[in-house]
C-alpha cells in the first residue's frame, strides 16, 4: 500500500511505531533518524509542568516511567489549583498517545472533502506554503493572507497575529474573539480603569486571596453567565467553593441550574439573550433606591471617584444602531474646550457642576489638598455658557444613566427575562449590601450582539456601587509585579515579550484600515483582529479583496464558527489552505491541503504565573515529527528569508533576523525549539533562569511570600497613592477649577477618559465616553475613520433578532455552556471523556418534554432558521467602498445593514435535517429555554466513514447565527439566544456512544521520539 492510497487510520497505525525524523525539516520524508534516550533504563522521574488542557494552565506533575508519562496529578506549588486536576488535565496522557497524533506533515492527494493524504518533510510542507504566498503577494497583494486561531488547545494565542504583522497585511480572526472573552478584556478596563472580571480566563485574582490574613475577602460575589464549577473546577471552582465556606454571599445569573446555582444564596433563571434587560432593571433599582450611598464607607465613591457627575454634551446626538433607534440619545461628554476659552488640546479635560460654587468647572484629579473642594452635582440638567457665547442644558452623566434606563422597573424586567420580580430585587439588594464583593461576567453575554453593552455595564455597575476598586471586587488587580513584571495570573494567552514596536517598518497604516471589518468594529483592534462575517463575505464574493492563502492553527473550525455550514462553499476560493493541529478534525478532512503536526500540551514550553508562583511548563515527552506551532510559523517565514531565493520576500528576511527588528522585545523566529524553549526560560524574569536547563532546575517557585505578595496589594488607591508625577496631570491651573486649590500630589485613581483628554481627572468611567471616542477615532497610533454606528456609552437592550423574526415558528431558546469534560472544541476524542459524555444532552424543562413529545434519555432532533434556510448568510460587501473597503457612509449604512444576494443557501442544506442530542428533562433550566453543549464527532474520521458527519449530526453551531446585525464595537454574532424547534428522534447511524465504542482511541504508547524539532 503507498502513502498516496492508504488511509489516515491505516498511515497513523503503520507509522505509530516509527522513531521520528531528525531536525525539524532536515531529514526527508522517508529518512528516519532515532534520537539518542532521554532516560536510563528503569528510570521513573517526576517532572513538574503545567496543564494547558484549557486555559488556566494548572501545576501539574507528570510520573514519566522510562521516557513514557505514566501518571498526572496536580502540583500543590500552584496557589490557585492548590494541586487539584480537572478531568480534561487528567486526560493528557490519552491526548498526548491518542493513536490518532498528527505525526508528520501531510500533503493532500485526493478531493475535498476528503481524507487521502501523502507524507511529507517539514521543509517541503513549509515551502509549499511559502510559494502560495509569494504568488498571491505578486498576483493580488499580501492582504490575501487570512490566519485563524483558537483559544481551544492553543497556548500560542498570538502566533498569528505575530506572524500576520511580519507578513505585512492580511487578516487575523478567532471564533472565540468577538463572541468569547475579548468584549469584557477589551471594554471593562476601559470603563472600571482596572481589568476584566473573567473567572474563567484565571483573572479575578482577588478571589483567591487566603480569608482573614490579608483585609477583607470576597463578602458578595455575582456570577452572571459563569459557571466556575464546570469552566475550570480545579482553580476557580475551588476556589469559589472556598469563598463559599467562609461565608461569602453569592448570587447566579444563568439560564441553567449548574452546580454553582445549586449552592446560592440566589438564583435567576434568565431567559437567554436578555442580560442587559436584567442589567438596566438593576441600574434603576440601585439608582432610585440610592443605593449607591449604601455601601459602608464610601458613600461619596460615585461623586468623586466616577465620571457621573460629568455633564453629557446635547449638541452630540450619537447614531443608534437599527435594533435600538428608541432609545435615547445621549453624546459625548462635553469638552472643556468649548466652555473655557484658554483650554486647548494640550490641557483638554471634562466639566461639572459644583454644587457649593454654582459653577461650571474643569474636573480635576483630586488629592491630600483639593479632596474636599470637589462637591459635583450627581443628577439633574445644568444650563452651561458656552465660549462661543451661547448656551446649552446639559445632563449629568449619572442623569443620562437613569434616563436611559428608567422604563426597566422590576416587574418590566421579569417579564422580559422570566425572572420573578422579587428575586431580581433580593439579588439587587444582597449585592450593594457590602462593599467587599462585585461581578464576574462569564463568556454568556459575549456570545450574542450586546456583547460590549454587557461588559459596559457591568463594569459600570461595579462603579456605581463602589466595589471597584476595594478589597473582594473581582476586578481588583492583585500583588505587587513578579520579576516578570506581570500581576497576579495575567499570563494566559499573552505571553510577554512577544508583539510590539519594531525598527523595522513590517506594516503601513493603510494594511491596517484593509483588515476586513475593522474600520466599523474596531475593538477588534485589541486582539488585532478582523471581523468573521465580512471575512467570509469576502472569500465568497472577491469583494473588497479575496483571501487566498488560508493558515489556520487550532483544532475544529466546523464545530467553532457560527452557521458552521455556510462555509463549505469558502474553502475552494483558496490557493492554499494550511492546518496546524494536534489530530485531524472536520476541518482538516473538509478544508485542508497541507497538515503541520502540533504538539501535545505534554511536550509543549511555556511560561505561567500564578499569583505568586512561576510555573514553567516544560516538555515531558517528544514524539514523532509533532512540533510547537512557533516552529510553523518560523519555518515558513524561513522558507522566504534568502535574497536569493524565488521565493525571498524582504518582511519575512527581517522576521527571521533580530538585528533588521531591531527590538529586543519583539524576538526573531526561532531557528530550533532549543532556542525557542531557551527563549521562553528567560520569560520568567528570575535573573538565576538564563536558559532551559536553569529554567527546570529552579521553577516552579514563589517569586514572593504570600506576605510579600498579597500584603503588597494596595486598595483604595485613590486615599492613599500620591502620584510621583505630583501635579503634572493637573499643570494647567488658574480660573479653570473654581475650587482654585489644585494639589501638587494627586491620588493615583483611575484612569478611564478618552485619548482626547489631556488633563487626565482620573476617575473611573462608568459613562463610556473612552468607548464613543474610539468609535470615531481608533484606538490606533494614527486617526481611523469613525464608524457608521457610534459605540454607545451606555447599555441598551433590544429584542434578539431570532425572536423577532422567527420566534413563532421556533418557540424554544436555545443557549449553550461548557461542561467540566471538555474545553471550546477539544477532546472530544478522548475515550476516556466520552466515556462520561458521550453525546450532547438538550436540557428541557418537564412541560416543554410533554409538550414535544420528549423523555429523558431519548433522542431529540433540534432545527433552527439556518438549518431550515430560512437564515441564508448573505453578501455583506454591497456596503463597502471599494477603493477603500470602508462602509460608503450613513445614507447607505455599513456592509452589514444592506446585505446583499444569499450567498450560501446550497452549503446550507447540507445541515437540513438538524442535529441531534440526548434530552435531558429537568426544572433547572429556564422557562421556554433549551441548554445544549457544543460537540462534533470525531468517530466519522475514521476508515470508511463519511467525514462530513462528524460536524453535521451533533454540532450545535450549524444551527446558530451569522447573520443580521452585528454588535458594533465587536461584530459579535448570535451564538446563544437563538430560535430552536424540537421533536423526538431516533438516535442517528454510526455514533459512538457506548463505553466499547470508543476503544480505538485509547492510548497507544510511544517512545520518545525527539519530536519533530530536533537536530538530528
Not at 304 to 319: A, E, G, H, I, Q
Not at 951 to 962: A, F, H, I, S
Request: hydrophobic share 35%; with cysteine.
Amino acid at each position: 500500500m503507498s502513502l498516496t492510497t492508504m488511509s489516515r487510520r491505516s498511515f497513523l497505525k503503520s507509522a505509530a511505531v516509527v522513531a521520528g525524523a531528525g531536525a525539524l525539516g532536515v531529514a526527508a520524508a522517508d529518512d528516519f533518524v532515532a534520537s539518542d534516550k532521554a532516560w536510563a533504563d528503569d528510570d521513573v522521574q517526576e517532572v513538574r509542568t503545567s496543564c494547558r488542557a484549557c486555559i488556566m494552565n494548572c501545576g501539574v506533575i507528570a510520573t514519566v516511567s522510562n521516557g513514557r508519562v505514566i501518571k498526572l496529578k496536580g502540583d500543590p506549588i500552584d496557589p490557585m489549583s492548590k494541586g487539584r486536576v480537572c478531568p480534561k488535565g487528567l486526560s493528557g496522557i490519552q491526548a498526548l498517545y491518542h493513536p490518532n497524533r498528527n505525526k508528520y506533515p501531510l500533503r493532500r492527494v485526493g478531493g475535498k472533502p476528503g481524507n487521502e493524504w501523502e507524507r511529507i518533510s517539514w521543509d517541503e510542507a513549509a515551502q509549499e506554503v511559502a510559494r502560495a504566498m509569494i504568488d498571491m503577494r505578486d498576483k493580488t497583494g499580501k492582504h490575501g493572507l487570512l490566519c485563524s486561531t483558537g483559544g481551544g488547545g492553543n497556548p500560542q494565542f498570538f502566533s498569528p497575529p505575530r506572524f500576520r504583522n511580519f507578513w505585512g497585511a492580511g487578516n487575523v480572526f478567532e471564533p472565540g474573539c468577538a463572541q468569547c472573552y475579548l468584549p469584557r478584556n477589551y471594554v471593562m478596563p476601559l470603563i472600571n480603569g482596572t481589568g476584566d472580571t473573567s473567572i474563567a480566563d484565571s483573572g479575578c485574582s482577588e478571589l483567591y486571596k487566603p480569608a482573614g490574613r490579608y483585609g477583607q475577602t470576597t463578602q458578595v460575589y455575582v456570577m452572571w453567565g459563569t459557571a466556575p464549577a464546570y469552566n475550570s473546577p480545579a482553580t476557580a471552582g475551588r476556589a469559589v467553593a472556598e469563598l463559599r465556606a467562609n461565608g461569602c454571599k453569592t448570587i447566579v445569573i444563568d439560564p441553567r441550574f449548574t452546580p454553582d446555582a445549586s449552592k446560592a444564596d440566589i438564583w435567576l433563571p434568565i431567559k437567554p439573550g436578555t442580560d442587559v434587560a436584567m442589567l438596566l432593571g438593576w441600574m434603576n433599582y440601585i439608582i432610585a433606591h440610592k443605593l449607591y450611598e449604601r455601601i459602608p464607607g464610601y458613600e461619596d465613591f460615585v461623586a468623586k471617584w466616577t465620571n457621573l457627575p460629568f455633564l453629557v454634551d446635547p449638541r452630540d446626538k450619537v447614531s443608534l444602531p437599527p435594533v435600538a433607534e428608541d432609545i435615547t440619545a445621549d453624546g459625548q461628554l462635553l469638552r472643556a474646550s468649548a466652555v473655557f476659552e484658554d483650554v486647548g488640546a494640550d490641557n483638554e479635560g471634562y466639566v461639572y457642576f459644583d454644587e457649593k460654587t454654582g459653577n461650571v468647572t474643569k474636573a480635576f484629579a483630586l488629592g491630600p489638598n483639593n479632596e474636599a473642594s470637589y462637591n459635583p452635582r450627581l443628577f439633574g440638567t445644568v444650563d452651561v455658557a458656552l465660549a462661543d457665547g451661547s448656551t446649552i442644558t446639559c445632563k449629568t452623566a449619572f442623569q443620562a444613566y437613569a434616563d436611559r434606563c428608567a422604563e426597566y422597573d422590576l416587574d418590566t424586567v421579569a417579564g422580559i427575562t422570566g425572572c420573578d420580580a422579587g428575586d431580581i430585587k433580593s439579588a439587587i439588594e444582597l449585592y450593594c449590601s457590602n462593599a467587599h464583593g462585585g461581578i464576574t461576567l462569564g463568556v454568556a453575554t459575549d456570545q450574542y450582539p450586546a456583547s460590549s453593552q454587557m461588559a459596559l455595564g457591568v463594569a459600570a455597575l461595579d462603579c456605581m456601587t463602589a466595589h471597584v476598586g476595594h478589597e473582594g471586587c473581582p476586578a481588583v488587580k492583585v500583588g505587587s509585579p513578579g520579576a516578570s513584571g506581570i500581576s497576579s495570573a495575567e499570563s494566559t494567552i499573552f505571553p510577554p515579550g512577544f508583539l510590539g514596536g519594531t525598527a523595522y517598518h513590517f506594516m503601513d497604516d493603510s494594511a491596517v484600515l484593509e483588515r476586513l471589518g475593522y474600520v466599523e468594529h474596531k475593538g477588534l483592534g485589541g486582539w488585532m483582529h478582523s471581523h468573521i462575517p465580512t471575512v467570509l463575505s469576502a472569500i465568497l464574493t472577491g469583494e473588497p479583496y479575496q483571501p487566498k492563502v488560508w493558515i489556520e492553527r487550532s483544532g475544529n473550525k466546523m464545530a467553532a464558527l457560527a452557521n458552521s455550514s455556510s462555509w463549505v462553499e469558502a474553502f475552494p476560493k483558496f490557493d492554499k489552505i494550511v492546518h496546524c493541529y494536534m489530530y485531524p478534525t472536520s476541518f482538516t478532512t473538509e478544508a485542508a491541503d497541507i497538515v503541520f503536526p502540533a504538539c501535545e500540551w505534554l511536550e509543549n514550553a511555556f511560561m505561567q504565573n500564578r499569583l505568586n508562583v512561576n510555573l514553567f511548563r516544560q516538555p515531558v515527552a517528544n514524539l514523532f515529527e509533532a512540533a510547537d506551532e512557533i516552529m510553523m510559523w518560523g519555518k515558513i517565514a524561513e522558507a522566504m528569508s534568502d535574497p536569493s531565493s524565488e521565493l525571498y520576500d524582504e518582511n519575512m528576511e527581517a522576521a527571521c533576523n533580530d538585528e533588521i527588528i531591531g527590538s529586543p522585545m519583539v524576538p526573531a523566529y526561532w531557528k530550533t525549539i532549543q532556542d525557542y524553549w531557551d527563549w521562553v526560560a528567560t520569560q520568567s524574569g528570575d535573573p538565576r533562569v538564563t536558559d532551559y536547563e536553569t529554567a527546570k532546575k529552579y521553577l516552579p517557585e514563589e517569586w514572593a511570600t504570600e506576605d510579600e505578595y498579597w500584603g503588597g496589594t494596595v486598595y483604595d488607591t485613590y486615599e492613599k497613592i500620591p502620584s510621583e508625577a505630583g501635579s503634572a496631570a493637573n499643570a494647567k491651573k488658574g480660573d479653570l477649577a473654581a475650587a482654585g486649590t489644585q494639589s501638587d500630589d494627586v491620588y493615583t485613581g483611575f484612569s478611564c477618559a478618552a485619548r482626547d483628554i489631556a488633563d487626565d481627572p482620573k476617575k473611573c468611567g462608568p459613562y463610556g465616553d473612552t468607548m464613543l471616542y474610539i468609535g470615531r477615532h481608533g484606538n490606533e497610533s494614527f486617526e481611523m475613520p469613525p464608524a457608521v454606528v457610534d459605540y454607545n456609552p451606555m447599555p441598551y437592550y433590544f429584542t434578539p433578532e431570532d425572536e423577532t423574526q422567527y420566534g413563532d415558528e421556533y418557540p424554544l431558546v436555545l443557549t449553550e455552556g461548557r461542561v467540566p469534560f471538555y474545553h471550546h472544541g477539544t477532546l472530544r476524542n478522548n475515550p476516556y471523556l466520552r466515556e462520561l459524555y458521550p453525546a450532547p444532552e438538550l436540557w428541557i424543562s418537564p412541560a416543554n418534554a410533554e409538550k414535544y413529545g420528549l423523555t429523558d434519555g431519548a433522542w431529540v432532533n433540534v432545527r433552527s432558521p439556518r438549518t431550515d434556510g430560512k437564515d441564508v448568510f448573505k453578501d455583506i460587501s454591497t456596503g463597502l467602498d471599494p477603493e477603500t473597503t470602508l462602509a460608503v457612509g450613513k445614507t447607505s449604512g455599513p456592509s452589514e445593514f444592506v446585505p446583499g444576494e444569499e450567498l450560501t443557501s446550497d452549503a446550507q442544506s447540507i445541515v437540513s435535517d438538524g442535529i441531534y442530542a440526548i434530552a435531558r428533562v429537568t426544572d433547572g433550566i429556564a422557562n421556554d429555554s433549551v441548554y445544549m453543549e457544543r460537540f462534533w464527532n470525531p468517530e466519522f474520521l475514521e476508515d470508511g466513514s463519511d467525514g462530513r458527519k462528524s460536524w453535521t449530526l451533533e454540532n450545535v453551531n450549524v444551527l446558530t447565527k451569522n447573520t443580521g446585525y452585528f454588535n458594533p464595537e465587536f461584530g459579535t454574532y448570535t451564538l446563544r439566544g437563538i430560535r430552536v424547534k424540537v421533536s423526538a428522534a431516533e438516535r442517528p447511524e454510526g455514533i459512538w456512544y457506548e463505553a466499547n465504542d470508543f476503544e480505538p482511541w485509547m492510548p497507544e504508547p510511544s517512545d520518545f521520539t525527539g519530536g519533530g524539532c530536533y537536530e538530528s
